[in-house]
């Protein structure tokens, strides 16, 4: 299950920030330990450590940070430093929400996470409907609502003629890696002729979103919210990816995503050897040698 957080960002790009984090600090965690990781790799950056260790604290605490939520920073009871492209950005106990913000200016973060989807509008779910199929049906199917789906990013290549071949070729891009993907499964996506919407086939038998497993939704969420990244600078903070993914996805996970947008800053927690196993060593770094 994955959440979302951030905005996709036009076609027409402007210039923007590196969005890379150098270097994070988290204090009075649990009222007893501060944590500092300095010197993070602008691509890659795997957490690991053992259950309890606060892996799950630190993530949910930088996306309070990045989307200046001083109320959940509030209840954390932690204070938090982050250094982005050399910017220091700090919440202590009296910061405000005001004082916050303008600082996060040209900060374009996102948070997937595989824990406690929310509903956002339950009168939009299906009875069928799980909350990692209501997840995929929104950014697949939405329109007009920031911006922010596969659907309205399809329709501007027709809004705007001049960006149609941009957008077609990153379309094809997309398509090409989830069929890499999903070659095992002997599935391909496209577009259904008839009803314009996204679809697998398998042969002639058409597959609808909610046919597909757990962690097909699941990579195709992750492959979908950083495809509409749209190759724009973004830090991207992933708890424990692979739960539900196959050990192949899980080996290839990184590479895919620094396909589709090679601008994009991984930070990853997991208990997974398969996630870090393939080359990634030297990307991996210990909770539990963070903890001041």
């Known amino acids: 299950m994955l959440i979302g957080k951030g905005a996709c960002l036009p076609v027409n790009h402007k210039k923007m920030k590196a969005n890379k984090i150098e270097r994070i600090e988290l204090r009075n965690i649990w009222g007893k330990f501060n944590f500092r990781w300095e010197n993070l790799n602008p691509d890659v950056n795997i957490l690991t450590g053992i259950n309890g260790s606060g892996k799950t604290t630190f993530f949910n605490t930088i996306d309070a940070l990045l989307s200046a939520d001083t109320k959940k920073l509030k209840l954390y009871n932690i204070e938090a430093e982050v250094t982005i492209d050399g910017e220091r950005i700090e919440y202590t106990k009296s910061t405000t929400a005001a004082s916050l913000k303008p600082k996060l200016e040209g900060v374009n973060y996102l948070k997937i996470s595989t824990f406690d989807v929310p509903i956002k509008d339950r009168r939009k779910m299906g009875k069928e409907d799980s909350p990692l199929l209501s997840e995929l049906k929104e950014i697949v199917y939405s329109v007009g609502e920031n911006n922010n789906s596969f659907s309205d990013y399809r329709l501007r290549a027709t809004n705007f003629p001049e960006q149609a071949e941009h957008i077609n070729r990153r379309i094809r891009q997309f398509y090409d890696t ?110 539990e040698d963070l903890i001041a």
């Open 178 to 287: 989830v069929n890499h993907l999903f070659a095992g499964t002997g599935k391909t996506i496209g577009i259904d002729p008839m009803t314009n919407q996204l679809i697998f086939k398998d042969g002639d038998e058409i597959i609808h979103l909610y046919k597909l497993s757990s962690g097909e939704k699941q990579l195709l969420i992750i492959l979908l919210r950083v495809f509409l990244m749209d190759e724009q600078p973004y830090i991207l903070l992933m708890d424990e990816p692979e739960i539900s993914l196959h050990i192949e996805w899980q080996y290839r996970l990184f590479e895919e995503i620094q396909h589709l947008n090679p601008h994009c800053q991984i930070i990853t927690s997991t208990h997974s050897p398969s996630i870090f196993g393939d080359g990634w060593q030297d990307k991996l770094v210990f909770m």
